[in-house]
């Protein structure tokens, strides 16, 4: 009983947990937010200009987004982080005279995301039928207003479900950030978690930093189980048989 | 007495590429104003290839088009589309968009209407298809027929000069293919210039006043169609009707 004992002392202690609460929605939870939705909106722009390279005509802006593309994916996202936090930090504070990391922590962020979010947006692009250029086009569209008005649209709408995936990903991987010694007012729930664990000597606050964890992804994780669902089976509308309507065509040959 | 802004339309020695693969050797197709041409003939004969020559969606490597006489070779390739409506054999319509939608986008952004303008503009035409109650509707809650014929509205639409059809009936169960040849048997009647690629020889031989039998990328025989069906001179012109017929 001894080990159970110790065991839920070292990971459900609730004073320590009760104590990094306020400080976790107050800070933590707010950066992470922050964090997330900041490099996931600057990684979907990036992405999308990724994805329209990576289909374009053109054979430099095709290798060009490949070679970011690769690179990007390939590298371990601590790495990145690391690498562009501290390789460009003292240049920003140069430029700026700001001392705080967190505009580099979500360049880091966005610029890997991005790497993903256009595969995501290329291959859903590249999956769209041909016929749908071919009939725009054949309408009177130039290459260009095909794309954009018929053929972007749909294959955003099927990539949703990844897309929301990704953003999942950007919400854990927001926790990286620690590496680049944030100030006390721009620390993510991880780090919250961390230092107080590191002031208690318990595990408990990086328990509490796991729940705050899973209650902003589960419900995300079920939220892409739905729309895909949702884009699977379509809407429901009844499909009514044919003939009964045409008021023209009476004279059928055939 | 012809409803609809119709020209002619000339094909001359065309010759296409893919590759080694000479898919198009030297086709001559020449259709009146206000006349249907069908072309018919074995699968990958060049037909289909043929039509998307002749709007330019595919660049010939040679020869020439005319439209009502002018060639249009040098011509904005955008603004020739917008003269020459085209029906597929998998209809196309756009998925993500309601059916009033996929009509009125090209009246919006390539003829310049008002969004109430192209709306009414699309209800008109989708009522002369029997259609006007599915005008909210998405494609895909339409059946293969009505969506067809809601394709031919939206190439009706921007008032072409001449109609092509790919096959637009190939992909229909055989009781929604009636309604759609019916349709078009209507244009055809009403003076618009088409050309008609299609599997339902019926149709091309009471409805087309040429018929153009092509094989292996070249044109074999073409005539009237009494004349074609009735007494065809080619060996393979007479293999291929007894295959389909």
């Known amino acids: 009983m001894d080990i159970l004992n110790q065991l839920a002392e070292t990971f459900f202690d609730w004073e320590a947990m009760g104590e990094v609460l306020p400080k976790m929605f107050a800070v933590g939870l707010p950066n992470t937010i922050v964090l997330a939705v900041v490099s996931g909106i600057i990684g979907t722009a990036i992405g999308m200009l990724l994805a329209l390279m990576g289909i374009s005509r053109n054979a430099a802006a095709r290798w060009i987004a490949r070679i970011y593309t690769d690179i990007l994916r390939g590298l371990p996202p601590v790495l990145t982080i690391l690498v562009i936090g501290f390789g460009f930090g003292p240049i920003i504070r140069e430029l700026t005279g700001s001392t705080s990391p967190y505009p580099m922590a979500i360049a880091a962020l966005s610029l890997m995301s991005g790497a993903y979010i256009g595969e995501i947006f290329r291959s859903g692009i590249q999956s769209v039928d041909k016929g749908q250029l071919e009939a725009t086009r054949a309408l009177g569209f130039s290459y260009g207003s095909s794309m954009r008005l018929v053929v972007v649209p749909q294959g955003i709408r099927r990539v949703l479900p990844a897309l929301v995936n990704q953003f999942i990903a950007l919400i854990k991987e927001s926790s990286l950030v620690f590496m680049l010694g944030l100030l006390a007012t721009e620390r993510e729930i991880f780090q919250i978690g961390k230092d107080a664990a590191a002031n208690s000597g318990n595990l408990s606050p990086y328990v509490a930093a796991a729940i705050f964890y899973l209650a902003l992804t589960i419900p995300l994780t079920h939220f892409v189980n739905f729309i895909d669902a949702r884009m699977r089976a379509g809407r429901p509308e009844k499909k009514e048989p044919d003939e009964a309507a045409a008021v023209v065509g009476k004279g059928a040959q055939a | ?245």
């Open chain 2, 1 to 245: 007495m012809s409803e609809f802004a119709s020209g002619s339309l000339t094909a001359k020695n065309i010759h296409l590429s893919f590759g080694s693969n000479h898919v198009l050797r030297g086709i001559d197709l020449h259709v009146e104003k206000g006349t249907t041409a069908s072309v018919i003939g074995p699968s990958g004969s060049g037909k289909s290839t043929l039509l998307r020559v002749m709007n330019r969606l595919i660049e010939p490597d040679q020869g020439d088009i005319l439209l009502d006489g002018r060639s249009v070779l040098k011509d904005n390739p955008d603004e020739l589309r917008r003269r020459i409506g085209m029906v597929f054999q998998q209809f196309n319509l756009f998925p993500h968009k309601t059916v009033a939608e996929n009509i009125s986008l090209a009246l919006r952004k390539l003829r310049g209407m008002s969004k109430e303008q192209a709306r009414e503009e699309a209800l008109a035409q989708l009522d002369l298809v029997g259609l006007k109650h599915k005008a909210d509707s998405r494609p895909a809650n339409l059946s293969g027929g009505q969506q067809q014929r809601v394709a031919i509205a939206r190439a009706l639409a921007m008032k072409p000069e001449v109609m092509f059809f790919d096959e637009a009936t190939s992909a229909l169960d055989p009781e929604l293919v009636k309604g759609v040849l019916a349709l078009m048997a209507d244009l055809a009647q009403g003076g618009m210039t088409m050309v008609v690629v299609t599997h339902e020889m019926g149709f091309s031989r009471n409805v087309s006043d040429v018929v153009t039998f092509m094989d292996a990328g070249v044109v074999v025989e073409s005539g009237p169609p009494e004349q074609l069906f009735t007494n065809p001179q080619t060996a393979r012109l007479q293999g291929f009707l007894s295959d389909v017929l």
